[in-house]
């Protein structure tokens, strides 16, 4: 593998303009579906199809434009600082919804209830309303999903944090393996930590199952709900997308790709999932603890 | 306990603020990022034995139980 001195750009690349139409289509196909359209949906799913064939087209293309060794350090340090941007968002995007938990169990609930200088507040619009974290008693309940229970802290939950923070501990180990040029411990660590995401998603898919079902826990049930799901549902969403990383490094690590120095692939996969498990473990203490 | 708790997450979150800050600085073959990030999993192990141990002792309760 030899490195170029110049920063690589490839001579001509159809995934931009495969890209723009993708995107062009989900949005005009969800505008469509907005104003009652038929076939705003199908634009919609045909947008989004076209999107994820751009993805896998475009990066497999950047994967074998650096397993043919065209890029050089200064395209690797882009890589590491479009990373950077990526975690950037990545980390006020989720201090947005924990801080909207926040802002409702320390400010505006109690508000309700008539803490702070809000006595008048509290007589004036529920005087029987009862400031209570988490919220199921809502001060008007005819227009919300009323819960029967939440969910505790002590049942899936914490089968979950243990299975979420047993797959950090299996990444880690296969992240030392690849270090260490153990090929064959980089795939059994990275294969359980697959395997320990799946579980992670199919208990949180069976939790919220049991939160519909029967306890009438929904995304309607007032700001408690609301920022139950919000924050568990993305996070879910975030495992899924690390898991199909996962699985893409996997394949490139039985293909015989990265080695003890060229790595970065490896790296920005690892750091991503740390970063989803400490969210979740944030998550854990938040939103089922303190 | 609260506090106790607290304190570890922000230790875990600073261990994996080093990690990013060594893969986004370090060049190929360091291995502080993984060192770093061996220490963050730690931790969370930790925290979460610690949780465990003090909702046995009965010392924290979880949300939503009076």
Redesign the interface.
Known sequence: MQSHNQYFVPHGSYWPIVGSVGMASLLAGFASSLHGSALGSGAMVLGFGIIIFMVFGWMGQVVHESEAGTYNKQVDRSF??S??WF?FSEVMFFAAFFGALFYARNFSVPWLGGASNNFFTHQELWSDFKAV??LIQMPDPSKFSVPK??I???EIP?IN??CL?TS??TL?WA??AL?NNKRNQIIAGLAATIILGIIFLSLQALEYGEAYKHLDLKLSSGIYGSTFFMLTGFHGLHVTLGTIMLIVILMRVIRGHFN????FGF??V??YW??V??VW??LF?F???? | M?YV??IF?IF??YS?AS??YY??KDG??S?R??KA??M??SL??L??II??FA?WMGW?K????V
């Open positions: 590491r600082m990373m950077a975690i974290w988490p229970d939440i505790h802290a002590w914490a944090t243990l923070l950090g501990a880690t992240h030392w270090l003890p120095e060229n790595h790296e920005g690892a750091w740390h970063f498990d400490v473990l944030g203490i939103v089922y603890w303190l | 609260k708790i607290l997450f875990i979150i994996l990690a990013l893969m986004m190929e073959g291995k990022m993984v990030l061996t963050r999993i969370s192990l925290l979460f949780i465990i909702f924290i979880p949300t939503g139980v």
